[in-house]
């Protein structure tokens, strides 16, 4: 593969902003001299610790049922035709096939109410014994609940891509390398976006750096830049300015659904969690990862969906219905270093607190109008246009490229080789430790 293609590659994955820097350069080779070293001092980093990183490269991916397919196959005896293991459906498929011996049914599966008995067995020309139909039922029991974990850690992976890159798994490969310039600025700031979060007290740093202004600036210097592709994962009001109308309600459509979408899971993880709304501190139990990512979605979309009802001048249309934001949980160790530090609770969450949950507006069970949120964020000294609540924010200063820290649990360390050890030991996480890591506990003392 060439470096658009790899570029490419990269919007499905991790990468960090240094190794896609070092593909820009090879897939621009007409960057001016000033723009090459701009890149280059980014790309330069990607070669630290001999290119080496203790940090995935990619997003968890759901691991594939092979083992249990091919478990079913010997236990019935059956080809079943081709099946992808790593496709929820086509697993359930294979199930359903194989399960036809025993009338197997995919939406009862419960194994004390859903078993035929001996009569029902005889009836359906069932010829097993007892263990044998048992044998089959729990299997095909474990290859369904299979496929439902996969299909639950495939839509939260969508999610997380959702939140960091927008749109960009939707955007066809032969399009991507159409525009080479609109390719890396894409590739780069979607990059940027991916970033960790750091265990600091900071806030996350500006995606957009002095590598991501500059190829930036490329796509706005010349005729011809594919804009729609771009703000689908950047939609920016100087992006969304430059589509048409039919562009910019194709996408306001799209940011909407998924608004609503990922609200409704949020919907359903909150009626299940004990979340203190008013401090939005994790507490034991509570699924923090799963909270957080959608959060991150919801918020996301909400923004997408916002920046494009400005830019086609119709907020009136929402006027009456304006959902807030989604907080992200914090765990207690931080909220109490921000208390120690002299800081609180992020501003953001008395807001939230105060107004009704968002997916209760947007269906519409709960009321809260534009004119809510203004005046929930002024009664907490915030101005509501700035802060993102009730308009697109406003593009901060263009962030200093910084080399990715390696990080253990938010925690940055020297290098990679002691990150991989720490967190092997359980080091940060809250779990216990593991001592074995470092030789036993007399090593660790």
Known sequence: MDALDRLYDSL?????????????????????????????????????????????????????????????????GVDGGEVDVDDPISVLEFAAVAGSEINWDPAHTDFLADRLNREAREAAGIDLSKRQYNRRFRMLRRLSAKASRMERARKMRGEALLAAAGFVGT?????????????????????????????????????????????????TARDGTDWPMIALACPAPDVLQRLRPEQLGELLGRWSAATRSVASSLAALWQSSSIDKATMIVRQGVDSSTWNTLAGAYNAARTG?????????????????????????????????????????????????????????????????????????????????????????????????????????????????????????????????????????????
């Open 171 to 219: 955007i066809d490969h032969d399009r991507f390398r159409a525009d080479p310039d609109a390719a890396c600025f894409i590739a780069y700031f979607t990059a940027r976006r991916k970033l960790r979060r750091e265990f600091t007290l900071a806030g996350r740093e500006n995606p957009f750096d002095q590598v991501a202004f500059l190829l930036f600036a490329r796509c």
């Open 305 to 445: 969906w916002i920046a494009c009802l400005h830019a086609a001048g119709l907020t009136s249309l929402a006027e009456n219905a304006w959902p807030g934001k989604v907080m992200r949980v914090m765990a207690a160790d931080l909220a109490a270093w921000h208390q120690d530090s002299g800081g609180g609770l992020h501003p953001d969450t008395s807001v939230w607190s105060r107004l009704p949950l968002p997916w209760d507006v947007l269906d519409g069970t709960a009321a809260c109008s534009r004119a809510d949120v203004e005046a929930a964020c002024r009664e907490h000294r915030i101005e509501p246009e700035k802060s993102g609540w009730i308009a697109p924010r406003t593009r901060r200063a263009i962030a200093r490229f910084r080399p990715t820290p390696e990080l253990v649990h938010g925690v940055a360390v020297s290098d990679p080789l002691w990150a991989m050890a720490l967190r092997r030991a359980h080091v940060f996480s809250g779990k216990p430790l593991s001592t074995e890591v470092f030789g036993g506990q007399d090593a660790v003392d």
């Open 12 to 76: 499905d994955a991790r990468l960090r902003p240094e190794d896609v820097a070092a593909l820009v350069l090879e897939a621009q080779p007409a960057l001016t001299q000033h723009e090459r070293t701009v890149v280059r001092e980014a790309a330069s980093a990607s070669s630290r610790w001999y290119n080496f990183s203790g940090m995935s490269a990619d997003y968890a991916r759901p691991v594939g049922a092979a083992r249990q397919v091919a478990a079913t196959r010997f236990l019935f």
